[in-house]
């Protein structure tokens, strides 16, 4: 490229307004999740998860995004005077509501008439006949009202501490009370202990099931808890709190201890969001907001629960198949089965695709390492694997039995903070030597060791992942895993557990790309090359799958290449900064999201790179805080035939998707795709459920 070609180039990418906004294009993941929802040809149980999905998205975007976004705007509790994040405050909480009432008019409008039709009925006071309401009431009386604390607010009594995203009632009453004092509003806290949705006994629910939720019930007897005053009005209301764990990781000197103490802080954060029934009457709403100081933006009135992702619990009393997905077997690799796990890792590489193959591989490595007298030592990174887990029990078994067992535990994984502290503690107290990675950085890196002695001399086997030890999510979430006893691969996945727990500065590594030392500039190397490749005439091509990509020097860097002629196509489930298909900057790149059956999470970086056909499988997004502020790894896929692997299971059928596919415009939108003409439609992951589901038998590779 001439130098004046350049500058101008340069001047494009460096000009404001090139870059989509992060928050919204989160939104706009929910927007295409909410789609889900509405798609007739999905189950209605499943319709239903997907708007308890949809929720439990939207609780975490407030707590940790909007929660940040307050508290840069905040200045001794005012908003300050930045225009810009004033802007996008407003731009967010138009879209959050907009959202809020589509989502709650599906459910009301369509999923749980359709439910109805089909014989499950969650069934509101007025919809109760006398047999079901003596029932609802005798349930009140033994099982709820014992465990209700009403409270009366006056000066004796202040308003009660709101636990973070708890069901409650405010209730405003006439007369007096027992002491002749006009006490006028009255909170009640609906107890945790009880179930949200109530299944009513099967003598009572004719035509199908029936259900009630607790809030229905509470509504319907909360007068009981005022003997001798009038309810004028109630409504029931959630609170959403600031729930980002900080500790001062420079001065604390036991992590674990200092995270247990900030754990139960998390339930009283600021206040960031106030839901109320949509017939909350006004004066009992601003009361709300003025004991939370909360401004109108931050009220949700909403037609239904406050809290819809509890109804996950009623997706999980209806057993009815036909209302929910086809089962799926996750397949096994054929040489696996009735053979020495390490005999045939020695043989080759493995790779597995989860869920499309099953999760159990990774488990029985692990289980086999812990009680094999050859192995002499396991060590495994641990960011999610929840509170119960056979592989963590693996490892208990492993120290048990006297082996060195070193486990890199995240204490800082968002909501799995007290899971991981369980595990660290029973680890620690079975022998095993437990360290919490590197103060600053998070530890988001899937890696597991297992060194083991043979002949007399020791041997490494590997698993590098782009997901999770967690039972539950490996069958939900896409990720890719590979296990291998490649020495060089072995060797720096070993010199990488060595950097995290001596904290010595890592070896120059010559296979893995190791965040926040080398990821970042190998990923901006390779894209540059693939430009450079370009600008010499040659085909130059990437396509990458991820979660998320915000990174603006990364965004910039495929601007550039994009200029050069690259053909970039980017698949990316979630946020997405970066303005595809325009003219002068990035008329080269496409950009997509598939929304489907199982949450997109693997992570692959593809460069055609003169036909190399370089292929990075890892556990980083294309963000800052995976770049520079966590240890995270990117491995390359060397064995060819598994190279093609990925490259045909991974994102070909995610390019080809018509079904489940959502193309990004410049301005941010999505459109979706659908099949044209004589296309038939296609979907990636029914095509990989097919592909490698139980019932397939072919050989690795």
């Not at 001047?11 to 989160?26: F, K, N």
């Not at 909480?93 to 009301?108: F, G, K, P, R, T």
């Not at 754990?263 to 009361?287: H, I, M, T, W, Y």
């Not at 048990?400 to 620690?428: H, M, P, Q, S, Y």
């Amino acid at each position: 490229m001439k130098p004046d070609n350049m500058m101008a180039a340069a001047g494009r990418i460096a000009r404001p307004g090139i870059y989509l906004d992060r928050e919204l294009s989160m939104l706009s993941f929910n927007r295409r999740v909410l789609t889900q929802a509405e798609d007739k040809s999905i189950p209605l149980l499943e319709r239903l998860r997907y708007l308890c999905i949809v929720s439990n998205n939207l609780d975490e975007f407030f707590e940790v995004r909007v929660a940040s976004l307050l508290a840069q705007a905040s200045i001794d509790g005012d908003l300050s005077e930045s225009p810009a994040l004033v802007a996008t405050l407003e731009r967010i909480s138009a879209e959050c509501h907009d959202l809020v009432a589509h989502q709650y008019a599906i459910l009301n409008t369509e999923v749980l008439p359709q439910l109805s039709v089909k014989g499950v009925h969650l069934l509101r006071h007025t919809e109760r006949n006398a047999a079901q309401r003596a029932w609802v009431k005798s349930y009140f009386d033994s099982q709820v009202r014992p465990l209700l604390t009403p409270i009366g607010l006056d000066p004796a009594h202040p308003f009660p501490q709101v636990v973070n995203k708890s069901l409650n009632f405010i209730i405003s009453l006439s007369g007096k009370d027992a002491f002749g004092r006009g006490t006028a509003i009255a909170i009640v806290k609906a107890p945790r202990v009880l179930p949200r949705v109530i299944r009513l006994p099967d003598e009572l629910s004719k035509n199908g099931v029936a259900f009630c939720l607790l809030s229905s019930i509470i509504h319907a007897h909360i007068s009981d808890l005022f003997t001798g005053r009038e309810v004028i009005a109630y409504s029931q209301f959630r609170l959403t709190r600031d729930s980002d764990l900080w500790v001062d990781e420079e001065e604390v000197k036991n992590l674990r201890q200092a995270l247990q103490g900030e754990l139960q802080s998390r339930q009283f954060g600021a206040a960031v969001r106030l839901e109320v029934a949509k017939n909350c009457p006004e004066d009992l709403a601003q009361f709300l907001l003025n004991q939370f100081a909360l401004d109108r933006s931050r009220l949700y009135p909403v037609n239904g629960p406050v809290n819809m992702v509890r109804l996950s619990e009623l997706i999980d009393h209806v057993k009815t198949p036909a209302l929910r997905f086809p089962p799926f077997v996750s397949g096994s690799p054929p040489r696996l089965v009735n053979n020495d796990i390490f005999a045939t890792i020695q043989k080759q590489d493995i790779l597995l695709h989860h869920p499309f193959q099953s999760f159990q591989t990774v488990v029985d490595f692990i289980r086999s390492a812990a009680n094999d007298p050859n192995v002499v030592a396991i060590k495994q990174t641990i960011y999610r694997t929840g509170m119960s887990s056979d592989l963590m029990e693996s490892l208990l078994t492993a120290a048990r039995l006297g082996k060195e067992v070193t486990v890199i535990v995240e204490l800082k994984a968002r909501f799995d903070e007290e899971a991981n502290i369980n595990w660290a503690d029973r680890l620690e107290h079975a022998g095993a030597q437990v360290v919490y990675g590197v103060v600053g950085l998070k530890t988001h890196a899937k890696l597991a060791l297992v060194i083991r002695r043979e002949e007399g001399t020791l041997r490494y086997y590997a698993h590098l992942g782009t997901g999770n030890y967690h039972a539950t999510t490996t069958k939900l979430y896409t990720d890719f895993g590979l296990l291998t006893a490649h020495p060089k691969l072995t060797d720096e996945v070993n010199e990488v557990f060595i950097h995290l727990t001596s904290l010595t500065k890592p070896k120059k590594l010559q296979h893995l790309w190791l965040a926040p030392f080398a990821l970042h500039n190998e990923l901006i190397k390779a894209i540059r090359n693939e430009a450079k490749i370009a600008r010499l005439g040659r085909p130059g091509r990437i396509v990458a799958k991820m979660n998320a990509l915000v990174d603006e020097s990364v965004v910039r860097a495929l601007y550039a290449a994009s200029h050069d002629g690259v053909k970039i196509e980017l698949i990316v489930r979630g946020a997405c900064s970066l303005k595809p298909g325009v003219p002068g900057l990035s008329e080269n790149i496409r950009v997509r999201s598939i929304i489907g059956r199982f949450l997109e999470h693997s992570r692959i970086y593809y460069f055609r790179n003169d036909l190399a056909h370089d292929v990075y499988l890892s556990s980083a997004d294309w963000m800052n805080r995976n770049l520079f502020r966590r240890i995270e790894v990117a491995f390359p896929v060397l064995d060819k035939a598994l190279k093609k692997r990925v490259i045909s299971e991974g994102l070909d059928p995610y390019l080809k998707d018509n079904s489940n596919a959502w193309e990004l415009e410049p301005d941010g939108q999505y459109l979706r795709r659908t099949a044209r003409g004589k296309q038939s439609p296609y979907s990636a992951q029914q095509h990989l459920m097919q592909q490698l589901g139980a019932h397939i038998t072919e050989d690795i590779g």
